[in-house]
């Protein structure tokens, strides 16, 4: 009985040689990996650096401060009523920092309008402070042609 693979004595040499550089290379990786190679441990600094520029680039996103704006509100009464307010955009990524600076005449246009149409009393409820945020979020949004703003905060926000 034959055991010969091919038929041909050099060709089974062949094979057999490259079989047995393949297990031997295998073989040699293995003990490489597992006992002569051994991964440095981390430096216990250049991972608590790290590890903080991470956590301050997550944590306090760069934000974009709109200038104080005074918008009159209607009112029923004689009495005259306004918002005094400073409002901070808070950008998905702060590449959109730019697109908010160079719109900011029809973003500061944007919210005069949304107070403008709104209540004093609605505006001094916390639901109308709400839907004033997403009003001028959803509408800074449409001006940028882009979803760029994620939220916003009012630094200021006084009615009179």
């Not at 956590?55 to 918002?83: C, H, M, Q, T, W």
């Amino acid at each position: 009985m034959s055991t010969s693979l091919t038929g041909k004595k050099q060709i089974d040499l062949a094979l057999v040689g490259l079989s047995l550089l393949a297990t031997l290379g295998a073989l040699g990786v293995i003990i490489y990996t597992q006992m002569i190679y051994k991964k440095p441990l981390p430096s216990d600094i250049l991972e608590r650096v790290k590890m903080i520029e991470e956590s301050r680039k997550a944590v306090f996103p760069e934000g974009y401060k709109l200038d104080k704006l005074i918008i009159n509100l209607k009112s029923r009464r004689s009495k005259l009523r306004y918002l005094d307010v400073v409002i901070h955009f808070v950008p998905f990524h702060p590449k959109f920092n730019d697109d908010l600076e160079t719109n900011k005449a029809l973003i500061n246009d944007a919210v005069i309008d949304i107070a403008g149409s709104m209540e004093p009393s609605e505006l001094n409820s916390s639901m109308g402070k709400i839907l004033f945020e997403t009003r001028v979020r959803k509408r800074v949004n449409k001006i940028i042609r882009k979803k760029a703003v994620k939220e916003l905060y009012f630094s200021r926000f006084v009615i009179q």
